[in-house]
């Protein structure tokens, strides 16, 4: 099928996108691997895409002393050749390396992922893992939200009308930090059938997200006794984080 017909702009300036985002039936574009099947399905019919790609600040990548910032609009592809320091830099390549291939990394962002909220995707399990906070904004306000917070449901994020996410803070882990990441999906780069991430800090809990039928959650307990798919995906993450490098 083709898309329905809409119009196109480039929004340079985060002043004008509200305005923009305000007209009849528009919508953020980022990297279009997610929106344009849904366009060429027409699940969707935005009257006007509003481009993200060139607004200031969308591609950068800070380290700051408490944290990792990426801009919403870097790249899988970008991530996968590796940003930050490590131990981040490994652990993002790692999980960046195993999403579709390589055309769909080149253009798929961070910021479209979480924004998306696909319950199959790989980002929001493993940036919620990471306990990662997002950064959103309408025009000059901005405002921070955990992820556990921002991710409310299946293609349902914290997002409100006008506003959208302008970068991601991934906090430095401690010294002694390891991460596991267990995919399981029918063919490799393919969707998901499940996943899950574990953050192992030195003295806390391991801080485990997976995927469920509502999105990305966080593991608070262990799995139920008659869930022995889950336990069994955390048992392999947990080994795989204690068997990773520090
Ligand atoms: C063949 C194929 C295989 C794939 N396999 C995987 C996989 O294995 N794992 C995986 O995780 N993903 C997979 N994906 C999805 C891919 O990772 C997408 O790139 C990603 O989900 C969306 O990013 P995008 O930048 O392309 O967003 P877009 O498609 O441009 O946008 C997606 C949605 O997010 C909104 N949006 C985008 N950016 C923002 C923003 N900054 N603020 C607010 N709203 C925004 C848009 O309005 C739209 O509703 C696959 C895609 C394809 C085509």
Redesign the pocket.
Known sequence: MTPARFALRRATDWEELPALLAQPGA???????????MLALRMTEPALLVA?GDLPGLQRVEQTAAALVIG??VT?AATEDGIGPEPLRGWLAHVAS???YRP?RN???V???L??H?P????PVALLALDAVAVLRRGAIKRRMALAQFLTGAFATA?GSGE???AIEIPTPPPGARFGWCKI?PAP????EAATAVLLRPGAAPRIAVTTHDGARLLTAAPRPDDPYLARLREVAIRRAEAAAA
């Open positions: 919508m953020p574009v980022a990297g279009a691997q997610s929106l344009m099947p993200l919403a609009g899988h195993g999403i579709a769909v253009r798929g962002t910021g479209g992922s924004a998306l696909d199959a995707a790989d980002w997002l959208v996410l302008e999906a780069g393919a969707f998901a």
